[in-house]
């Protein structure tokens, strides 16, 4: 399944850190966002472009996750030749992320 079935998310920038907020579309689901997504798996999830520390900052009473890719952007959006210098497109491809099914939500539910 993938995390798309659970949450939105949204990306911001600063320099050559990105971050990118995970959102639970049910509160319910928050508890397994939490545990599926760790730093080290978003930072594996993104080893071809981080080259810093990913932090995990969790927002339990929004239902939120936060993840800050420091050495995400290529070396700053001022600086960087990428044609995604503010990594807008990283929200969607975190979203791409496998998570272990879970009942009641992906083709189980018509999804």
Known sequence: MKLRALAHSRTGDKGNTSNISVIAYNPADYDYLEEHLTSERVKEHFREIV?????????????????????????GVTRSLALDAHGKGLSSALLDLDVPDRLGHGAEAGQ
């Open 51 to 75: 080259t810093g520390e990913v932090i995990r900052y969790a927002l339990p009473r929004i239902g939120a996750l936060n993840f800050v890719l420091k050495g995400a952007l290529g070396g």
